[in-house]
């Protein structure tokens, strides 16, 4: 059965829908090695933002700094892993932005308190969200930023070709086609191979889809930039510097960021300043004051706060003194892969993955719940610039059952443990995260 056969409640098979997509279904199938799938439709072209759109994109911007100071919160809070951390607020919130367009009634309320926001908003903004990210940057090589959304259906189930279309047109989603019952092989590598292509090679996991597997949103983003024009390497300090982590001191040469405009900002528990990128993103440090630890700083209220600084006291007007502060921080990479179903649970989503709760009907009929999420993020922060690609997987399942896979359930001197913030240039939260050793 094609996936956009009629189903009841359904007009029109989507192929045939003037989305300014792709024309007669194009198929898209991939060689054995890398999986088999079928492309149903690509999202619009991504445009830049009028003025008068980013002005509307205020309130959804809002809800998104609360949801990731939330989320970011919540996911360190349960993370088990002893390296460093870090995760991105924006993939999820565009992963359960789709999610929510795929459900109804209390599965979506939920969705979207999570959230913070309203399904008017989401609907009508999440598409220049994405503008505002993916045509932030023009193609000079030097750096990049790509956004990516997309639907995986299974081929043998039913699917309503008006909440298809929403993710297509809305929500900026490519939608695929796959085998996920009879040829769940390749199916699962045709993801795999869609993520790897579109995260630089950064991001290859076996998502391990099982054969229950009737729908995939998956929300990935990639992110390059040099700190200058040119993409030369910052300088070292010449000097060692003591840096303090959670187990053990040590001597370190730090990078020497460029000075911006403005002071350190001073929380009650913590210092924070920034350092900025050729293109604009700031990567803020925020250190523990004396008696405290990057885990305990690390929270949503403060992560909210360090994202909500503007103004850096910059200009002393009385004393009549401009400051300029240049941070000193080290080289680190952070990584985070694994299961982020509980930290979904802890923001107060639920019905979405009870088999017998879950509200899936603008998407498919029968049972649909969700399987476990999962989320896999990596930054690498050098002389050279920043790295850093991340994907998170809402993966829709029928009737439970068992499957083939095992689930195992002023020189600003950043000389310590630290949390950091990684936005765009509007405070759009990219990645977050906790450096407790080099």
Known sequence: MHPFTKSKGAKRAVGAVALCLVAALCSANLSACAGKSTKLAAPPAAVRLSYEEEAGLKELRTSLDAFSAEFSAQAFGLDEGEGNFTVSPVTAYMALSMAAACTAGETREEILSALQTTYANLEAQSGALYRSLAARIEGNGMGQLRPVNSIWLDESVSFREECVETLAQRFYAY?????????????????????????????DSDLRLPKETIFTLVSSLYLKDTWNLFGNDLPFTAEQYTFAGTDETFSTRLLQGYYEHGRAYEGEDFVHFFTETYHGFRLKFFLPKEGHTAAEIFTAEN????????????????????????????????????????????????????????????????????????????????????????????????????????????????????????????????????VKKL
């Open 303 to 434: 992560i909210a706060e360090v994202n909500a600084v503007r103004d850096y006291g910059a200009d002393d007007d009385e004393q009549r003194i401009r400051y300029y502060t240049r941070c000193l921080f080290p080289e680190f990479t952070a990584a985070f892969d694994g299961q982020i179903g509980e930290t979904l649970r802890a923001l107060g989503i639920q019905k979405m993955f009870d088999p017998l709760l879950s509200d899936f009907s603008p998407l498919a009929e029968g049972p649909v719940f969700c399987n476990e999420p999962t989320h896999a993020a990596k930054l690498k922060v050098t002389k050279k610039g920043i790295e850093g690609a991340a994907v998170f997987v809402i993966p829709g399942a029928g009737a439970p059952g068992p499957d083939e896979y095992e689930e195992v359930y002023q020189d600003f001197v950043v000389d310590r443990e630290f949390g950091f913030l990684l936005t765009d240039f509007d405070g759009v939260p990219l990645f977050s995260g906790v």
């Open 175 to 203: 939608v695929y086609a796959a085998d996920f019952a009879h040829d769940n092989k390749n199916a699962n590598l045709a993801v795999r191979k869609f993520v790897k292509d579109r995260t630089k090679g950064l991001i």
